[in-house]
């Protein structure tokens, strides 16, 4: 079997996950500062989703946003 890879057009930066807050909201930390992140799975998660879990983040700082980040890849 291959592997295959995949290129991005955008960078990730590293965080922790810190809470659910609902379906779609996290609260992460990232260099000690905490950030509202969108999370875009609204399953339940409870087996990879726990505090401290190491996240790799989306930035995106758009006005019309309630997050500053998106959750695109959880290490659970």
């Given at each position: 079997?291959?592997?295959?890879?995949?290129?991005?057009?955008?960078?990730?930066?590293?965080g922790?996950f810190?809470?659910?807050?609902?379906?779609?909201?996290?609260?992460?930390?990232?260099?000690?500062?905490?950030?509202?992140?969108?999370?875009?799975?609204?399953?339940?998660?409870?087996?990879?989703?726990?505090?401290?879990?190491?996240?790799y983040?989306?930035?995106?700082?758009?006005?019309?946003?309630?997050?500053?980040?998106?959750?695109?890849?959880?290490?659970?």
């Open positions: 079997m291959s592997e295959k890879y995949i290129t991005i057009n955008f960078s990730l930066v590293l922790a810190i809470q659910r807050l609902n379906r779609f909201m996290a609260l992460v930390e990232v260099n000690g500062e905490k950030y509202y992140a969108h999370l875009p799975n609204s399953g339940r998660l409870k087996t990879v989703l726990y505090s401290n879990v190491p996240v983040l989306k930035v995106c700082r758009k006005p019309y946003r309630k997050s500053n980040c998106t959750i695109f890849k959880l290490f659970g």
